[in-house]
């Protein structure tokens, strides 16, 4: 196995994602989870390669690390102005374990996006990320029919419970939760993960013979849109429909019949295995549209209680990660919630990252010519579409996991587009030789 930037990074999904988040070292607090720990040694990996020469930044991957930079920037003056108001303790602990982990954003953007310059190894570390993401599918398949809970009975030595999972029913339903801290995070990881699932299911250089080839390939997509009804929850919905209204559009026309009738079989699947799961979501949509449900009456009555703290602070807001829903209220959105923390220059920098990230599976699409390579830009393209409309149902990037999947995925979109460039301006480049020699031979 090769010790590259993509192996380093397998390892630190392979925890992200597999080890309970609700998890961590006993010692170390908030900051103590595994793939937190590991992630620091990462980064330290990573400038050592840079101080020694053996790791240099592709320029062609570099707008996904200027777009950090701008979020950085963002959360630092935040940081700062933490000082300028009388603040208690627990918000002070909790902005510097927020600029901590944003250092560790930053290293994941940077080692994803600059170390990783071969197809071959992005391919294998998306590979592995959807391995990942159907393990952690299947596990809230398994919660869901047996109501047996892994963050309750799975306990590590030396790890202690650090967060109190949020998992719990909704209609007579158990809604999954797997190895996340709760059903809304569960339900965005997997639809984030399954544009991938499915660009993998679609390549042509992975179809082979047999029922084993058939199953390697569609049984990832299959348990993660099986899972996403099972969180019971319209975040989990509107990351599935965003994503098929994304991608079955760019499919071929063979590959886009077999996606509907999939789909209706699988509708009808669910309403016969699990009676009334259906309808429950259902009822979660039309009391939604309706204004008669609980959660989205709680959601309006969010604006009129954080409006006084904007105004107070809304250019870099109150500092990041200070909102403690202990000491005021929750939010259940992501951009209201950056609003009060890191203001109206936070919440543009979030944006920022979300279109980059979208501009970068668009632009790499472009320049591939291997139609494989450009369904990978529109499943990258996919995922960011989907953060940037989730993130108005719940607090995205609050939630351990989650956000760490988002910014490994930013930084494997920055090494999509540099590789796309690259190889783009060498084909440029043989052609103009090519074309050269062959007026030196016609002279």
């Known amino acids: 196995m090769r010790w590259d930037a993509a192996a380093i990074l397998t390892g630190y999904a392979a925890l992200i994602m597999l080890m309970p988040a609700t998890q961590t070292v006993a010692s170390l607090g908030a900051l103590g989870a595994p793939a937190t720990v590991y992630s620091v040694l990462a980064m330290l990996w990573f400038l050592a390669g840079r101080?020694?020469?053996h790791l240099r930044l592709d320029p062609a991957s570099g707008s996904v690390r200027k777009a950090m930079c701008v979020l950085m920037v963002a959360i630092t003056c935040s940081y700062v102005g933490v000082s300028g108001r009388v603040a208690g303790g627990p918000e002070i602990q909790a902005a510097d374990r927020a600029l901590i982990v944003s250092l560790i954003w930053c290293g994941l953007v940077a080692t994803a996006s600059g170390g990783i310059t071969e197809r071959d190894r992005l391919d294998a570390l998306l590979?592995?990320?959807?391995?990942f993401g159907t393990i952690v599918a299947a596990f809230g398949i398994l919660e869901f029919f047996s109501g047996f809970r892994i963050t309750e009975h799975f306990v590590i030595p030396g790890l202690q419970t650090n967060i109190m999972p949020g998992a719990g029913d909704r209609g007579g339903h158990l809604r999954a939760q797997a190895t996340t801290t709760q059903p809304l995070e569960f339900g965005a990881v997997i639809a984030v993960h399954l544009p991938f699932a499915l660009q993998q299911a679609g390549d042509p250089a992975r179809r082979g013979p047999g029922l084993r080839n058939m199953l390697r390939r569609n049984l990832p997509v299959a348990i993660m849109i099986i899972s996403l009804p099972m969180t019971v929850s319209r975040t989990a919905i509107i990351g599935l429909v965003l994503t098929m209204a994304i991608l079955v559009p760019s499919w071929p026309r063979e590959r886009r019949r077999p996606a509907y009738i999939m789909a209706l079989f699988g509708a009808a699947g669910i309403r016969?295995?699990?009676?009334?799961?259906?309808?429950t979501i259902l009822v979660l949509f039309?009391?939604?549209?309706?204004?008669?449900?609980?959660?989205?009456?709680?959601?309006t009555k969010d604006y009129a209680g954080v409006a006084p703290f904007i105004k107070a602070r809304p250019w870099f807001g109150r500092?990041?990660?200070?909102?403690?829903?202990?000491?005021?209220?929750y939010t259940d959105n992501y951009y209201l919630l950056a609003l009060v923390e890191i203001g109206l220059v936070g919440v543009a920098a979030v944006l920022v990252l979300y279109f980059t990230g979208m501009r970068a599976g668009r632009l790499g699409r472009r320049l591939s010519v291997d139609e494989a390579q450009r369904d990978l830009g529109q499943s990258f393209t996919a995922a960011f579409a989907v953060m940037l409309v989730i993130s108005a149902t719940f607090d995205t990037l609050s939630f351990p996991m989650l956000s760490g999947l988002f910014f490994l995925l930013l930084g494997c979109s920055g090494a999509y587009l540099g590789i796309a460039r690259t190889e783009a301006a060498k084909a440029a480049e043989a052609a103009a030789t090519g074309s050269a020699g062959r007026v030196g031979g016609a002279a």
């Open 319 to 329: 500092g990041p990660a200070t909102f403690i829903p202990s000491l005021y209220r």
């Open 286 to 299: 039309s009391s939604a549209s309706g204004n008669s449900d609980n959660s989205t009456q709680a959601r």
């Open 272 to 279: 016969v295995l699990v009676p009334g799961l259906m309808g």
């Open 127 to 131: 590979r592995r990320l959807v391995i």
């Open 51 to 53: 101080m020694t020469g």
